[in-house]
């Protein structure tokens, strides 16, 4: 009987300390749950303002590449008026060397 007694009381106590450790599992598991789910709502916050700024950038980035074509577009066009003048300016010294007038 005293073993009876004893075995109940050690199934007891047995009992209640496997539904402690099961309830503070469970809380655990919530808990995991939770810090989860907001490191994902931080993982998506992160992406899409990465993403945002992705965007940003190659908008900016675009922006300067026209900008520097349009630049050099009007610098290759100085350059080639300034150079037509010269040869227009030689091939007149030269026309007037062969015709026999001096040059201005």
Do not use: R, W, Y
């Not at 919530?30 to 303002?49: F, I, L, N, R």
């Not at 590449?65 to 008026?81: G, I, L, P, Y």
């Amino acid at each position: 009987m005293k073993i009876n007694k004893i075995t109940q009381k050690l199934a007891f106590f047995g009992a209640i300390i496997i539904t402690v450790f099961l309830t503070s599992c469970g809380e655990t598991v919530d808990g995991m749950k939770k810090d989860t789910e907001k490191a994902v709502e931080a993982t998506e916050k992160a992406a899409d303002a990465t993403v945002d700024a992705t965007k940003k950038l190659a908008e900016e980035t675009k922006a300067a590449v026209e900008s520097a074509a349009d630049a050099t577009a009007k610098k290759t066009e100085a350059v080639v008026e300034g150079t037509k003048a010269a040869v227009e300016g030689a091939a007149e010294a030269v026309k007037k060397s062969v015709e026999g007038t001096p040059p201005n």
